[in-house]
């Protein structure tokens, strides 16, 4: 079965200092990847979605980057965090190609910039 | 930017009553899908209706699709506490993406 892991869980970070958030994909192969991010009590924003090795598709300009460097892989990250850079961040996959159905996500990053 | 828009924003029912939500969108689409996401959680996906089909069921849940309003509901009947959640309409366009909605905040009360 397909599992999706998703690190760290929480973290607090202050302003001007990187990030790193990651994600893996276990038992499927060539997943279309995204990075979601929520706003307190709000809906989902798409960030960056993947549909193959470094191959990386922007949805909003940022201060954030995603990075693709193997098939199940996915990274999120920041030179320098703002203080609006806070919030729930997702990441989910699905079967690769076009309208492949469902979403699952992984159990999100909290972030808090201080 | 967000496809779709859930109403109402916020739901309280007693338990044993039917919760009824709202999606509008406003582009052409191939599927709709609902999540659920409770607090703090990541969403699940509950159910996907396809843009030719009118109506799907899934155990208590009922979803209607009409393309001609670009709009969808959903239905939950006989509401538990355990139905507490956020609920996210999601719309599949001609790409890769799925856009999502504010969702709709539901509380079940025992």
């Known amino acids: 079965s397909q599992t999706i892991h998703q690190w760290p869980a929480t973290l607090v970070q202050p302003v001007g200092s990187p990030l790193s958030l990651e994600c893996t994909v276990e038992g499927t192969s060539n997943p279309n990847l995204y990075w979601y991010r929520q706003a307190a009590g709000r809906g989902l924003q798409l960030l960056f979605y993947?549909?193959?090795?470094?191959?990386i598709s922007s949805e909003v300009p940022q201060n954030l980057s995603a990075s693709r460097p193997q098939d199940r892989q996915f990274i999120l990250s920041s030179k320098k965090l703002l203080l609006s850079d806070s919030g729930f961040y997702l990441c989910a996959w699905r079967r690769r190609g076009l309208n492949t159905g469902e979403l699952f996500f992984g159990e999100g990053s909290r972030l808090t910039v201080l | 930017s967000q496809q779709g828009e859930e109403d109402p924003q916020a739901l309280s029912i007693q338990e044993g009553e039917n919760a009824t939500m709202n999606c509008s969108y406003k582009?052409?689409?191939?599927?709709l899908q609902w999540y659920r996401q409770n607090s703090g959680r990541g969403l699940v996906h509950l159910i996907l209706?396809?843009?030719?089909?009118r109506e799907k069921h899934s155990g208590r849940l009922r979803v209607t699709l009409d393309t001609s309003k670009k709009s969808s509901s959903l239905l939950i009947t006989a509401s538990r506490a355990a139905d507490t959640a956020s609920y996210f309409c999601a719309t599949d366009a001609a790409d890769y993406k799925l856009s999502f909605g504010a969702g709709t905040t539901v509380t079940v009360r025992a």
């Open positions: 993947s549909v193959g090795i470094g191959q």
């Open positions: 209706i396809r843009s030719n089909e």
């Open positions: 582009t052409s689409i191939n599927n």
